[in-house]
């Protein structure tokens, strides 16, 4: 069982801003504008691939040849990356509620990857429970092998139903080399299946960011952004 770092206390706020890496087709463009990138914390650097491309469904037809220019993506900026620094992929059915940047470099001490727990606080956060829409990268030969590995796994496989999520499962299972860990539940999703804006959703009180997966459909993924996002601003407004 691979548990996440305690809270720490970072000291003094660093000045360099944290790269928060993504791409999106103009399919998602509600969710990029209005949620992501509305949400963005100014300790964190957007870097944003646009990319064009028709009506995908998931698991089936090419999703996983679009889920694999995440890998290209990630194996790109962790080239351009400082040496053992961190940075950030997010996928952009995403949004933040506060700085991020000191928490998660207090986070990654010790780590060259944190995954975000694929199923909220209803399971042990363990690695089998990964979720690859929000992962904190340290720039070095281990994370890079991780990922040249999933690429390799999935391209392999050709199969729309083996995406990035089930490949970087498959080659996490076996690692050895990379020091990796789970995020605490302030980096947070719903994590169950089959969530209707008719259904109560609880956030924690210390959210930090939310992710709106285990959600099929942008209109749905839509309404449970906003839901949270009115439910954490009215906890906030008192």
Not at 93 to 105: E, K, M, S, T
Not at 174 to 186: F, H, K, S, V
Not at 218 to 223: E, L, M, W
Request: hydrophobic share 40%; net charge negative.
């Amino acid at each position: 069982m691979t548990l996440h770092n305690p809270a720490c206390n970072t000291g003094p706020a660093m000045d360099s801003r944290l790269s928060l890496v993504s791409f999106a087709s103009e399919l998602y463009e509600e969710m990029l504008n209005d949620f992501w990138l509305r949400s963005v914390p100014s300790d964190c650097r957007p870097v944003l691939r646009v990319f064009h491309e028709g009506p995908v469904t998931y698991a089936k037809g090419s999703w996983h040849r679009v889920t694999d220019r995440k890998f290209d993506l990630i194996l790109e900026r962790i080239e351009k990356e400082a040496e053992g620094s961190i940075f950030v992929f997010s996928d952009v059915d995403i949004q933040f509620f506060g700085a991020i940047a000191d928490d998660l470099r207090c986070l990654a001490q010790g780590y060259d990857l944190l995954f975000q727990h694929d199923r909220g606080t209803h399971h042990p956060p363990v690695l089998e429970w990964l979720n690859s829409g929000f992962i904190v990268i340290r720039a070095c030969s281990a994370s890079r092998q991780v990922f040249e590995k999933a690429r390799a796994y999935l391209r392999e496989k050709d199969d729309p139903r083996v995406d990035d999520q089930v490949a970087l499962r498959v080659v996490t299972a076996d690692e050895r080399q990379a020091r990796m860990g789970i995020l605490p539940t302030r980096y947070w999703t719903h994590g169950r299946p089959g969530w209707t804006p008719r259904q109560d959703i609880d956030p924690p009180a210390d959210i930090l960011m939310h992710h709106a997966n285990w959600i099929i459909g942008n209109g749905i993924k839509v309404a449970q952004l906003g839901i949270v996002r009115e439910i954490v601003e009215g906890r906030r407004r008192g």
